[in-house]
C-alpha cells in the first residue's frame, strides 16, 4: 500500500516541475494572425535564439523573452544563417535592439528554424521567418 502512494506522490510531483517548465505564448504572423500556444519550442531542437546586436552574439533562451518584434524587410546573413531586425524584451526588462527613436535599432535574431506549440485546433508550427511577433507568458 504504501509504495502505490509513494508512486503516486513521486508522479504528482513530477507532474508539477514540469508545469513549470512548459513555455506559452501568442504568436503572430505576417499577417497578424494572432495564436495561443502552449508548450512552445524551437525546432531544430534548440533552446536558444541567437541574437546579432551590434558586434556581439547573443544567445538567449526562449523562456527567458518578453516580447520579440521581428521587421522582416531588414535583414542580414552571417555564417549562411538569415537574420531579421528585431526588437527584444527579456522578462527582466532587458531591451535589445531599441533605437530610442521610432524606427528599430541594430539588433537581429536568425530566423532558421520554426516555432511549434499546442493550439486550440491541434499542433501549430510557423517557420520563424513568417513571425512578426512572438510573445511569451511564463
Known amino acids: 500500500m504504501k509504495r502505490v502512494n509513494v508512486m503516486y506522490l513521486s508522479a504528482a510531483v513530477w507532474c508539477l516541475a514540469c508545469a513549470g517548465c512548459f513555455i506559452n505564448g501568442t504568436v503572430t ?17 534548440r533552446r536558444n535564439i541567437t541574437i546579432l546586436h551590434g558586434d556581439a552574439t547573443r ?3 526562449l523562456k527567458d523573452v518578453d516580447k ?9 546573413t552571417v555564417g549562411g544563417q538569415l537574420y531579421y531586425q528585431a526588437e527584444v524584451i527579456l522578462d527582466d526588462g532587458t531591451k535589445i535592439g531599441f533605437s530610442g527613436r521610432s524606427e528599430p535599432g541594430d539588433a537581429y535574431i536568425c530566423v532558421d528554424g520554426s516555432l511549434q506549440g499546442r493550439a486550440e485546433g491541434g ?16
Do not use: C, F, M, Q
Open 29 to 45: 504572423d505576417l499577417s497578424h494572425n494572432k495564436t495561443e500556444l502552449k508548450g512552445v519550442k524551437l525546432l531544430p531542437k
Open 59 to 61: 544567445l538567449v533562451r
Open 68 to 76: 520579440i518584434t521581428v521587421y522582416p524587410s531588414a535583414t542580414k
Open 123 to 138: 499542433k501549430y508550427s510557423i517557420t520563424l521567418d513568417n513571425v512578426s511577433e512572438i510573445e511569451i507568458r511564463n
